[in-house]
């Protein structure tokens, strides 16, 4: 088990934050692109969902699975995003997220008076926060090499 | 155990066979006092549920009647207005239905070409190298299985997020589609396939699976 990468982007598409820890495969493309191309396909996955859903969605879109890795999708109310790309054999991913959101994101972004809204954000403190919770977390200590 | 539809996606990105298996009728009929206490809004020729869902009316359910009258586009069949009609007051109570949208051909086809582009950025942007493109997409109401063959053509089942033994159903259709559309000698490559036997075997398998899971087939 192993976490790869990780988006972050806000309502209106701006990837406020990157972090990578196990990326054997480089895009090719340079990273804002990168960021464009993962959001794009994101807002398209979520109209696609909320067209060919039978019934009603809530939460929408969960996560996809590919043969190599999982990509987990959490969106706030408020739109914020978080996308977590992990192997396949990775349980409560969710959780993860969801901790993230409120125990880093709120705690270091949205209680920085000084960390303004919508722009990649540049805290060291968070960025070392974020590490520290994905570092701490059982998917990505499992990890098989 | 509900299997949701059955769709084969061509190796250009066509749609070349779909089948609705299971889908649920979402329904709502209420009687409305003055003033309305839902938003409604006209787009895309449908009038649709905008703010203030309540009793079963959802955000993004369609207006399809007005007491007892079918709607088309915004306007009655008699061809009244139907916002005229609910802006006055002589008018209440009203009896309106709601339901949720159906897909039409068009859109399973827009889908259909929507979902190709996808498949491939998620192999382009994977971590690992030498990945495949979406196997499992998953949602809080379905999860959709795709299957693509070395071909290229893929096979695509949404269903239940509970139900198991999707990816071997992917399979045992494609078998189907190999023996009954590809050795129909009417029918030609990447083109919709109209093969009847295809099409009952199809629903057959469906059937079964459905009644006593994937083990019995």
Redesign the interface.
């Known amino acids: 088990m192993t976490i790869?990468?990780l988006y972050i982007f806000s309502r209106t598409g701006v990837l406020l934050h990157y972090a990578?820890w196990?990326?054997?495969?480089k895009?090719g493309i340079t990273n804002e692109e990168?960021s464009k191309?993962?959001y794009?396909?994101l807002f398209?996955?979520k109209s696609?969902?909320?067209?060919?859903?039978?019934?009603?969605?809530?939460?929408?879109?969960?996560?996809?699975?590919?043969?190599?890795?999982t990509?987990h999708y959490l969106e706030t109310p408020t739109g914020l995003k978080f996308v977590l790309?992990t192997?396949n054999q990775s349980q409560n991913v969710r959780e993860l997220l969801q901790q993230l959101y409120s125990q880093v994101y709120l705690e270091y972004v949205v209680k920085n008076p000084i960390c303004p809204m919508n722009e990649p954000i540049q805290s060291e403190l968070f960025k070392l926060k974020v590490d520290e919770l994905m570092k701490k977390s059982p998917i990505f200590l499992n990890r098989s090499l | 155990m509900v299997i949701?539809?059955v769709y084969i996606v061509s190796k250009s990105g066509g749609l070349i066979f779909n089948h609705d298996h299971n889908?649920?009728k979402?329904d709502n009929e209420k009687t409305f006092g003055y003033p309305l206490n839902i938003k409604l809004v006209y787009e895309n020729k449908k009038i649709v549920v905008s703010f203030g869902q309540r009793d079963g009316i959802?955000v993004?359910?369609i207006l399809t009647a007005v007491n007892g009258n079918l709607v088309i586009g915004k306007e009655l069949e008699d061809g009244k207005d139907v916002f005229e009609m609910l802006d006055d007051e002589k008018n209440y109570p009203i009896n309106l239905k709601f339901s949720?949208s159906k897909?039409t051909t068009n859109?399973k086809i827009f889908?259909a070409s929507?979902?190709y582009?996808?498949f491939a950025?998620?192999?382009?942007?994977?971590?690992?190298?030498?990945?495949?493109?979406?196997?499992?997409?998953?949602?809080?109401?379905?999860r959709?299985y795709c299957y693509q063959t070395l071909t290229g053509v893929k096979f695509m089942v949404?269903a239940e997020p509970t139900q198991p033994g999707m990816d071997i159903l992917t399979k045992r259709i494609y078998e189907l589609y190999a023996d009954f559309a590809l050795k129909n000698p009417f029918y030609s490559l990447e083109m919709p396939i109209r093969c009847e036997l295809f099409e009952t075997n199809l629903i057959c398998l469906l059937e079964s699976v459905e009644k006593s899971g994937i083990s019995s087939v």
Not at chain 1, 22 to 25: G, S
Not at chain 2, 121 to 142: K, M, N, V, Y
């Open positions: 790869h990468n990578e196990n990326r054997q495969n895009s990168e191309l993962m794009g396909m398209s996955i696609f969902v909320n067209k060919i859903s039978p019934l009603d969605p809530k939460e929408g879109f969960l996560y996809y699975k590919t043969s190599k890795y990509l790309n192997d | 949701y539809g889908v649920p979402v959802n993004g359910h949720r897909m859109e889908l929507m979902f582009p996808l950025i998620a192999s382009q942007l994977s971590p690992e190298p030498r990945c495949s493109g979406i196997e499992i997409l998953e949602a809080d109401t379905f959709l949404v």
